[in-house]
C-alpha cells in the first residue's frame, strides 16, 4: 500500500530526504511540500505538489521541517488537519514530545528523527525516537538514518587543496583522502586497540602542539551546542 507524504518546510533536510527516496526509488502515492519557495526542489524532484502547510498536514505520513521558532505557531494552524491516524515526524531539536503533543495531542504517532546529511547518499545514522504508543508496525515505514559530517568536510577541503598544491591531481588527492580516511576508521574502531594505541602507531604529529585548542572548540562549541538545543 502506498502512503501519501507531505513536507511542512521544504529546506536543505527535506531536499535531503526527497533524494534518499529517489535512490532507493522509493514511491509515494503523492509528496506535498509546502513552503515559500519551492522551484528549486521541484526542477530537482518534478512529481512534487507545492501546496499550503494545511495540505501537506493531511498526507498520511507528515514531516515537519521547520526551524524550531516556528514550530508551535505552524502546529497551532495545521493541528485539524493531521489525521489521528497519520505519522508525524518532527525534524527540529528542542521540541520535545510533551511539546509536540500539546498541538497534536489526537495523534499517536508521533517521532522525533534528526537526519544526517549523508542520507543524501542513503548512508549515514539519523538519530530517532518514537513517542509511547506509536504503532509498531509503522516504526518500519519510517526512514532511518546529525551533524557529524560538518566537523570534518572542511578540513577534508583543506587536505585536498594542499594535495593538489604539492604535486598531486585533485584526482589523486580526493581519493588518497578518501581511502586513507576509511582505512582509519577502520583502524580506530575494528583493530583491537585502544585510541592512545592507535595514535601512537604514528610518532610524528604534525599539529600536535594545537590538539589542546582544537579540543577545546569540540567541547565549547558541540556540548555548548547541545545545551542550546536539547529540550527544556
Do not use: C
Not at 528542542?94 to 500539546?102: D, E, G, H, S, T
Request: no cysteine; hydrophobic share 40%.
Amino acid at each position: 500500500m502506498k502512503h501519501s507524504i507531505g513536507f511542512i518546510g521544504g529546506g536543505r533536510v527535506t531536499k535531503i530526504l526527497l533524494q534518499g527516496f529517489k535512490n532507493k526509488n522509493v514511491k509515494f502515492e503523492k509528496v506535498v511540500v509546502a513552503d515559500t519557495n519551492t522551484e528549486n526542489l521541484k526542477r530537482r524532484f518534478p512529481d512534487i505538489v507545492s501546496a499550503d502547510a494545511k495540505s501537506a498536514a493531511s498526507q498520511d505520513i507528515v514531516f515537519i521541517a521547520l526551524h524550531p521558532p516556528m514550530i508551535m505557531d505552524t502546529l497551532e494552524l495545521i493541528k485539524n488537519d493531521v489525521k489521528a491516524e497519520a505519522a508525524v515526524i518532527s525534524l527540529a531539536p528542542k521540541i520535545n514530545f510533551p511539546k509536540l503533543a500539546l498541538k497534536l495531542g489526537h495523534v499517536k504517532n508521533l517521532a522525533r528523527l534528526i537526519p544526517n546529511a549523508t542520507s543524501y547518499i542513503n548512508e549515514g545514522f539519523n538519530p530517532v525516537t518514537f513517542a509511547p504508543g506509536f504503532d509498531q508496525e509503522k516504526r518500519g515505514e519510517m526512514l532511518m538514518s546529525a551533524m557529524l559530517p560538518t566537523y570534518f568536510w572542511f578540513q577534508w577541503r583543506e587536505l585536498a587543496g594542499i594535495g593538489v598544491k604539492t604535486g598531486l591531481t585533485e584526482e589523486e588527492s580526493k581519493q588518497s583522502i578518501f581511502q586513507t580516511i576509511v582505512a582509519s576508521l577502520d583502524l580506530l574502531y575494528k583493530s583491537g586497540l585502544t585510541p592512545q594505541e592507535v595514535i601512537d602507531l604514528i610518532p610524528v604529529k604534525p599539529i600536535g602542539e594545537h590538539e589542546p585548542q582544537i579540543t577545546e572548540i569540540y567541547n565549547t562549541k558541540l556540548l555548548g551546542l547541545f545545551e542550546k538545543i536539547k529540550p527544556s
